[in-house]
């Protein structure tokens, strides 16, 4: 079992930045492939990122956000730049019990409780 706990979040004007973090207990964390996610009001939640063999990103946060690990830490973090009104939503963390990551949703094992992102025009 992996227990994801989701940190960071806030409100930010426009052009802005924030962190998120997510610390991971329970499992070899540098097993896991580690994904963030995020849900608008009245939307699907939707892929944004994921760490594991490579990296890879939404086409709508590439140049923007940015996945890094600490395996010593047990931690992912998602540094987001130049943040915009529509990045606001609620951001999850997710952990796949596979070194190789995905885009879909089903396909990861645990999940955080989320952390909100507000961000102002």
């Known amino acids: 079992q992996v227990q994801l706990v989701e940190s960071g979040g806030g409100l930010v004007q426009a052009g802005g930045s924030l962190r998120l973090s997510c610390a991971a207990s329970?499992?070899?964390?540098?097993?896991?492939?580690m994904a963030w996610f995020r849900q608008a009001p009245g939307k699907e939640r939707e892929f944004i990122s994921w760490?594991?063999?490579?990296?890879y990103y939404t086409d709508s946060v590439k140049g923007r956000f940015t996945i890094s690990r600490d395996n010593a830490k047990n931690t992912v973090y998602l540094q987001m730049n130049s943040l915009k009104p529509e990045d606001t939503a609620v951001y999850y963390c997710?952990?796949?019990?596979?070194?190789?990551?995905?885009?879909?949703?089903?396909?990861?094992?645990?999940w955080g409780q989320g952390t909100q992102v507000t961000v102002s025009s």
């Open positions: 329970g499992r070899t964390f540098s097993s896991l492939a």
């Open positions: 760490s594991g063999l490579s990296t």
């Open positions: 997710a952990a796949r019990r596979r070194y190789s990551g995905s885009r879909y949703e089903r396909e990861y094992d645990y």
